[in-house]
């Protein structure tokens, strides 16, 4: 299985930014980084794990209500990194972020469709 390994959080002011990494790796035999689905979720204390967006093969995005025209997904085929990039955060925003993956297509990009997590990074936006 792919391995997952997220950086980038940290504590930021409440209309400040933060780019997250995901890092992947241990690909299987005749597959590439661009093959996978990829997807970043969060989760805060007390409530339940929500998509945040995704991104398919192709490149096309898919991202949650709350974070749309705020947060940027995006790859680098060439680094094997998943980005997310967040502007104006809200203290909302406070969660640990997670990277997911599946090889394939995503179609609804809800966490059911991924395989392969990596352990977080934690996002504190304070007021």
Do not use: H
Request: hydrophobic letters at 30%.
């Amino acid at each position: 299985q792919v391995q997952l390994v997220e950086s980038g959080g940290g504590s930021v002011q409440a209309g400040g930014s933060l780019r997250l990494s995901c890092a992947a790796s241990r690909f299987r035999d005749g597959y590439g980084y661009s093959d996978y689905c990829m997807g970043w979720f969060r989760q805060a204390p007390g409530k339940e794990r929500e998509r945040v967006a995704g991104i398919n093969p192709d490149g096309a995005t898919r991202y949650a209500d709350s974070v749309k025209d705020r947060f940027t997904i995006s790859k680098d085929n060439a680094k094997n990194t998943l980005y997310l990039q967040m502007n104006s955060l809200k203290p909302d925003d406070t969660a640990m972020y997670y990277c997911a993956a599946i090889r394939g297509y995503c179609y609804s990009f809800e966490q059911y469709e991924y395989n392969r997590w990596g352990q977080g990074t934690q996002v504190t936006v304070s007021s």
